[in-house]
């Protein structure tokens, strides 16, 4: 009964209708001012009408005519974000932001920075309200009603139906589902709404950070995990969307400096936040955000920050199991401390080095052999390395490198006298068998230190560990009694069985447990390597004392030998010295000259490549730039034809608006009878002479009238001004007279007052000057022992600086005198390696003009060869010839004997010899054939004369 009597109001809220900010132009609500909508909210509300009240100031915040900010604008917002809260509407809060946004970014940043402020202030006293109210109804605090899980899981038909027939039983969570979870609920909408709104907003990166702070505090105040894993992946995409490269930003800016160290300052209050949460999955992930920020800045972080920081990650790593990290964290953190400008008192730079050290000690020491799993040491082992590598810690990072660390930066030295004393007893090489005993007190010292006292566990560990060890190395069986009475105020039983097993799987310790006899006995071939150890490192210890002992006793030979060795030493070192010195050079002149000559064949082909590419490359700009030409030109054709009419369009309209304005200011607003048009859109229609010369008869009636009333003003300021000065003149005669009489009182008494102190200070001075004339023939006496004084030593320091300068100068000379036999002999030597790189120089010349000659005599043998080649063709070719001529002759012979038996006549021969010619195949190039030389009588046909 009493929860039905009172209001629901998220009930109502979800049942009412919302408003519509998406209707239709003729839905929407037309202001002239936004005052006037703030009057009509304000009757809205007095009636119990906010939904509409909150629809008329949108329209007012989504209009185009209230683009421009003004204050009035921030009076809406305000009104309009006070519905909101009020009626728990956000959706329509974030729109309205949105709106706001875009009519300030430009204009008034400040102002956004004060709404936004102001709505989350109005969310946290609503909340605050209606947990009060839940806390009146059901009589408990609000931590116990904060048992569900998400805020943002829609209910189910299901559970409305159980809420609605639970009865009084289910009190509490008809209170959590009508009160406490919308509430929230909108509290978490209103921050994440502030943060969407911020984002990539440069100018209001300090409120995005104490927006993010609030949301932080309230997943901390009221233990909301979800919301919290929610508004770290927020953050998340915001800082991913700000620093990734987009092509439709490409004039963005990258973030500055100071952005990316304020998100820097938002992921730790966001580590800090998963910490307390106990989120370490979350911590982990944020861990890798800071990481990734790092890599971004240009300047490395505020020192105080990253010591804040590297705390944090200490007890991260502490809980998670990681002490080697956790060791690493807490030196860097003492570290930082150190580096600061004004560091912390040195009570707590002692604590902090103490912290380090003993950290270091609770890593548990490594084993010297690899594991033998190789799958899980690899996979452990990459793990170590990409933390330590995103934690900016050694990559080798280990137990024996930290203490190393430690104690070369004097941070063991600067810890507590305890703690020290506890390093010296756990990390000497040799353990004494009573550490347990020794070290009890200092554990016990230590305990009683809050921040050291975790750290007890894992120290008495690692001294059972270390006296385990030292046992194995003396003793080969061990009993279990004895080890339980040397461990009695460490560990116990059980814990020492554990603490075997853990070193013996890691081989720290080669120990097995005979629960029969009750005692610990090695394996034999561990004992038998471990004495075989002991007595190699005895006799190595051994033999370099004898050698010391035998060095010490024979020092004096010792030394004549090294000299001997030296003396011939540097003998060989010079008779060798001047051939390797010209090997030295004629290599270094083979050298360059290879150099030279790679160097021009690889400065040719590159320069071919680069040619070829070039003519490529000129070819393919020509081209591209025609076509470029080509379709610039087009389009620059079409955006001037456009652009000409936007402008006359621009120019028409810019015209119209001026003297819309112009009449509207006008005293004169009639003309002809008819009133003047002021309407913008009526002017544009017509033609432009019209409206040129409709406004000059405008202003030209506007002129003469303000004339005449210039003219009326005018005579009436005279008259005003005449009357003034004749009611103000007796006045200031009478203002001036009194003024003179005062300036002359004043006058007279000053020149009295001056007078009267000049006489004082002369008989003050009198009075001095008697007094210090009784002291003039001692201070005369003082001066003259004083500066006979200072004679004195003026001419001793004199005498000094005249023996300085000629010691000076003397040096000076023996000085330039070596230095210019130091030139000499360095000129002679330029001028020896000068001439034996001219002697090479022309050694070479002379090999490369003998190669020359030999190349020249080689060519002109193959010249010569060739020739007699050639020779020898020709004379086989005219021996043929003159073969085939021989042939030819004894045929002819043959055929003219063979007609000299037959009686043939020359007549038939030579119609023979044309038929023979007739039927021969044409030469190719035939030439005219000579008339036939009379042949001397008795010459046969066919021989040659």
């Given at each position: 009964?009493?929860?039905?009597?009172?209001?629901?109001?998220?009930?109502?809220?979800?049942?009412?209708?919302?408003?519509?900010?998406?209707?239709?132009?003729?839905?929407?609500?037309?202001?002239?001012?936004?005052?006037?909508?703030?009057?009509?909210?304000?009757?809205?509300?007095?009636?119990?009408?906010?939904?509409?009240?909150?629809?008329?100031?949108?329209?007012?915040?989504?209009?185009?005519?209230?683009?421009?900010?003004?204050?009035?604008?921030?009076?809406?917002?305000?009104?309009?974000?006070?519905?909101?809260?009020?009626?728990?509407?956000?959706?329509?809060?974030?729109?309205?932001?949105?709106?706001?946004?875009?009519?300030?970014?430009?204009?008034?940043?400040?102002?956004?920075?004060?709404?936004?402020?102001?709505?989350?202030?109005?969310?946290?006293?609503?909340?605050?309200?209606?947990?009060?109210?839940?806390?009146?109804?059901?009589?408990?605090?609000?931590?116990?009603?904060?048992?569900?899980?998400?805020?943002?899981?829609?209910?189910?038909?299901?559970?409305?139906?159980?809420?609605?027939?639970?009865?009084?039983?289910?009190?509490?969570?008809?209170?959590?589902?009508?009160?406490?979870?919308?509430?929230?609920?909108?509290?978490?909408?209103?921050?994440?709404?502030?943060?969407?709104?911020?984002?990539?907003?440069?100018?209001?990166?300090?409120?995005?950070?104490?927006?993010?702070?609030?949301?932080?505090?309230?997943?901390?105040?009221?233990?909301?995990?979800?919301?919290?894993?929610?508004?770290?992946?927020?953050?998340?995409?915001?800082?991913?969307?700000?620093?990734?490269?987009?092509?439709?930003?490409?004039?963005?800016?990258?973030?500055?400096?100071?952005?990316?160290?304020?998100?820097?300052?938002?992921?730790?209050?966001?580590?800090?936040?998963?910490?307390?949460?106990?989120?370490?999955?979350?911590?982990?992930?944020?861990?890798?955000?800071?990481?990734?920020?790092?890599?971004?800045?240009?300047?490395?972080?505020?020192?105080?920050?990253?010591?804040?920081?590297?705390?944090?990650?200490?007890?991260?790593?502490?809980?998670?199991?990681?002490?080697?990290?956790?060791?690493?964290?807490?030196?860097?953190?003492?570290?930082?401390?150190?580096?600061?400008?004004?560091?912390?008192?040195?009570?707590?730079?002692?604590?902090?080095?103490?912290?380090?050290?003993?950290?270091?000690?609770?890593?548990?020491?490594?084993?010297?052999?690899?594991?033998?799993?190789?799958?899980?040491?690899?996979?452990?082992?990459?793990?170590?390395?990409?933390?330590?590598?995103?934690?900016?810690?050694?990559?080798?990072?280990?137990?024996?490198?930290?203490?190393?660390?430690?104690?070369?930066?004097?941070?063991?030295?600067?810890?507590?006298?305890?703690?020290?004393?506890?390093?010296?007893?756990?990390?000497?090489?040799?353990?004494?068998?009573?550490?347990?005993?020794?070290?009890?007190?200092?554990?016990?010292?230590?305990?009683?230190?809050?921040?050291?006292?975790?750290?007890?566990?894992?120290?008495?560990?690692?001294?059972?560990?270390?006296?385990?060890?030292?046992?194995?190395?003396?003793?080969?069986?061990?009993?279990?009694?004895?080890?339980?009475?040397?461990?009695?105020?460490?560990?116990?039983?059980?814990?020492?069985?554990?603490?075997?097993?853990?070193?013996?799987?890691?081989?720290?310790?080669?120990?097995?447990?005979?629960?029969?006899?009750?005692?610990?006995?090695?394996?034999?071939?561990?004992?038998?390597?471990?004495?075989?150890?002991?007595?190699?490192?005895?006799?190595?210890?051994?033999?370099?004392?004898?050698?010391?002992?035998?060095?010490?006793?024979?020092?004096?030979?010792?030394?004549?030998?090294?000299?001997?060795?030296?003396?011939?030493?540097?003998?060989?070192?010079?008779?060798?010295?001047?051939?390797e010195h010209e090997k030295i050079l004629s290599r270094r002149l083979i050298i360059e000259r290879r150099k030279e000559e790679a160097e021009r064949l690889s400065m040719e082909e590159e320069k071919e490549r680069a040619r070829l590419k070039l003519i490529a490359q000129k070819k393919e700009e020509a081209e591209e730039r025609e076509r470029l030409a080509t379709e610039a030109r087009r389009r620059d054709r079409e955006r001037e034809e456009r652009e000409r009419k936007e402008e006359e369009a621009a120019q028409m309209r810019k015209l119209a608006e001026q003297m819309a304005e112009q009449r509207k200011a006008m005293k004169?607003?009639?003309?002809?009878?008819?009133?003047?048009?002021?309407?913008?859109?009526?002017?544009?229609?017509?033609?432009?002479?019209?409206?040129?010369?409709?406004?000059?008869?405008?202003?030209?009636?506007?002129?003469?009238?303000?004339?005449?009333?210039?003219?009326?003003?005018?005579?009436?300021?005279?008259?005003?001004?005449?009357?003034?000065?004749?009611?103000?003149?007796?006045?200031?005669?009478?203002?001036?007279?009194?003024?003179?009489?005062?300036?002359?009182?004043?006058?007279?008494?000053?020149?009295?007052?001056?007078?009267?102190?000049?006489?004082?200070?002369?008989?003050?001075?009198?009075?001095?000057?008697?007094?210090?004339?009784?002291?003039?023939?001692?201070?005369?006496?003082?001066?003259?022992?004083?500066?006979?004084?200072?004679?004195?030593?003026?001419?001793?320091?004199?005498?000094?600086?005249?023996?300085?300068?000629?010691?000076?100068?003397?040096?000076?000379?023996?000085?330039?005198?070596?230095?210019?036999?130091?030139?000499?002999?360095?000129?002679?030597?330029?001028?020896?390696?000068?001439?034996?790189?001219?002697?090479?120089?022309?050694?070479?010349?002379?090999?490369?003009?003998?190669?020359?000659?030999?190349?020249?005599?080689?060519?002109?043998?193959?010249?010569?060869?060739?020739?007699?080649?050639?020779?020898?063709?020709?004379?086989?070719?005219?021996?043929?010839?003159?073969?085939?001529?021989?042939?030819?002759?004894?045929?002819?012979?043959?055929?003219?004997?063979?007609?000299?038996?037959?009686?043939?006549?020359?007549?038939?021969?030579?119609?023979?010899?044309?038929?023979?010619?007739?039927?021969?195949?044409?030469?190719?190039?035939?030439?005219?054939?000579?008339?036939?030389?009379?042949?001397?009588?008795?010459?046969?046909?066919?021989?040659?004369?």
């Amino acid at each position: 009964q009493k929860l039905s009597a009172v209001p629901c109001l998220a009930a109502r809220a979800r049942a009412a209708p919302a408003p519509n900010f998406h209707s239709e132009a003729a839905a929407m609500q037309h202001f002239a001012k936004p005052e006037n909508a703030l009057k009509r909210a304000d009757e809205l509300c007095a009636v119990n009408q906010k939904e509409r009240a909150l629809e008329a100031l949108h329209d007012v915040l989504s209009a185009k005519r209230h683009r421009t900010w003004q204050p009035a604008i921030e009076e809406v917002i305000v009104r309009y974000l006070d519905l909101c809260v009020e009626l728990r509407k956000g959706k329509a809060a974030k729109e309205g932001l949105i709106q706001y946004r875009i009519i300030c970014q430009q204009v008034n940043v400040g102002s956004m920075e004060t709404v936004l402020r102001h709505f989350m202030g109005l969310a946290e006293e609503a909340t605050k309200g209606a947990l009060e109210l839940a806390e009146k109804m059901i009589g408990e605090r609000v931590e116990s009603m904060l048992d569900f899980d998400d805020l943002e899981a829609e209910e189910t038909p299901e559970s409305l139906m159980m809420a609605t027939i639970g009865g009084s039983a289910d009190s509490k969570k008809r209170t959590d589902r009508q009160v406490v979870t919308p509430t929230l609920k909108f509290l978490w909408e209103s921050f994440r709404t502030v943060l969407d709104i911020l984002r990539n907003n440069t100018k209001l990166e300090e409120l995005y950070r104490d927006a993010a702070a609030n949301a932080f505090s309230f997943c901390l105040k009221y233990k909301r995990t979800v919301e919290f894993r929610r508004l770290c992946e927020i953050l998340r995409n915001h800082i991913t969307s700000q620093t990734k490269f987009d092509p439709k930003w490409k004039e963005r800016e990258p973030p500055t400096p100071e952005s990316l160290q304020t998100h820097l300052d938002t992921r730790f209050s966001q580590l800090a936040t998963a910490i307390e949460l106990e989120l370490w999955q979350e911590a982990y992930r944020t861990v890798e955000d800071v990481h990734l920020l790092l890599q971004q800045m240009k300047k490395p972080p505020r020192p105080s920050s990253m010591a804040a920081y590297h705390s944090q990650l200490a007890m991260i790593f502490w809980v998670a199991g990681n002490k080697l990290f956790h060791a690493y964290a807490l030196t860097t953190v003492h570290l930082t401390s150190k580096s600061l400008k004004s560091p912390p008192p040195p009570a707590e730079m002692q604590l902090l080095a103490s912290r380090a050290v003993l950290a270091a000690l609770s890593v548990a020491p490594a084993s010297p052999v690899v594991d033998v799993n190789l799958l899980e040491y690899d996979l452990e082992h990459e793990k170590t390395k990409r933390m330590a590598s995103m934690l900016a810690f050694p990559s080798s990072a280990s137990r024996v490198a930290l203490l190393s660390e430690l104690l070369a930066k004097g941070v063991v030295g600067g810890a507590m006298p305890e703690v020290s004393e506890l390093y010296q007893l756990l990390e000497r090489p040799v353990v004494p068998l009573d550490l347990a005993k020794r070290a009890q007190p200092l554990l016990a010292r230590l305990a009683e230190v809050a921040s050291l006292a975790q750290y007890d566990k894992s120290l008495k560990r690692l001294i059972a560990l270390r006296m385990l060890q030292q046992m194995e190395r003396v003793y080969v069986t061990i009993h279990v009694e004895h080890v339980k009475e040397v461990m009695s105020g460490l560990l116990t039983w059980a814990e020492i069985e554990s603490l075997i097993i853990f070193a013996t799987k890691r081989d720290m310790l080669a120990l097995r447990i005979d629960y029969k006899r009750g005692r610990l006995n090695q394996q034999p071939s561990h004992a038998d390597a471990a004495i075989t150890s002991e007595v190699r490192d005895s006799l190595f210890h051994f033999a370099a004392a004898m050698d010391e002992v035998a060095e010490q006793l024979r020092a004096a030979d010792i030394a004549r030998r090294k000299a001997e060795l030296r003396a011939e030493l540097y003998l060989r070192l010079e008779a060798g010295m001047s051939e390797e010195h010209e090997k030295i050079l004629s290599r270094r002149l083979i050298i360059e000259r290879r150099k030279e000559e790679a160097e021009r064949l690889s400065m040719e082909e590159e320069k071919e490549r680069a040619r070829l590419k070039l003519i490529a490359q000129k070819k393919e700009e020509a081209e591209e730039r025609e076509r470029l030409a080509t379709e610039a030109r087009r389009r620059d054709r079409e955006r001037e034809e456009r652009e000409r009419k936007e402008e006359e369009a621009a120019q028409m309209r810019k015209l119209a608006e001026q003297m819309a304005e112009q009449r509207k200011a006008m005293k004169v607003t009639k003309k002809k009878g008819e009133k003047a048009e002021t309407n913008v859109d009526k002017l544009v229609e017509k033609d432009r002479n019209e409206l040129m010369r409709e406004q000059r008869a405008l202003m030209l009636d506007e002129r003469t009238e303000f004339e005449k009333r210039l003219e009326l003003m005018g005579k009436r300021h005279d008259h005003l001004e005449r009357a003034r000065r004749e009611e103000e003149r007796p006045l200031l005669l009478a203002a001036r007279e009194e003024q003179q009489a005062a300036d002359k009182r004043a006058h007279e008494a000053h020149v009295a007052a001056v007078a009267l102190q000049m006489k004082e200070t002369r008989a003050h001075g009198l009075r001095e000057k008697a007094r210090f004339a009784r002291m003039g023939a001692h201070a005369e006496a003082f001066s003259s022992r004083l500066m006979a004084a200072r004679r004195e030593a003026h001419v001793a320091v004199l005498d000094a600086w005249h023996a300085a300068q000629r010691e000076r100068k003397e040096a000076a000379r023996l000085e330039k005198a070596r230095a210019e036999a130091e030139e000499r002999a360095r000129e002679a030597a330029l001028e020896a390696a000068r001439r034996e790189a001219e002697e090479e120089e022309a050694r070479r010349i002379l090999e490369a003009q003998e190669a020359a000659r030999k190349a020249k005599e080689e060519e002109e043998e193959r010249q010569r060869v060739l020739e007699r080649q050639k020779a020898r063709e020709r004379e086989m070719e005219d021996k043929a010839k003159e073969q085939q001529r021989l042939a030819e002759l004894e045929r002819q012979t043959a055929k003219l004997r063979e007609r000299e038996l037959k009686g043939t006549s020359w007549a038939l021969d030579d119609d023979e010899e044309e038929e023979e010619a007739a039927a021969a195949p044409a030469p190719e190039e035939p030439k005219e054939r000579a008339p036939p030389a009379e042949r001397p009588f008795g010459e046969r046909r066919g021989e040659r004369p």
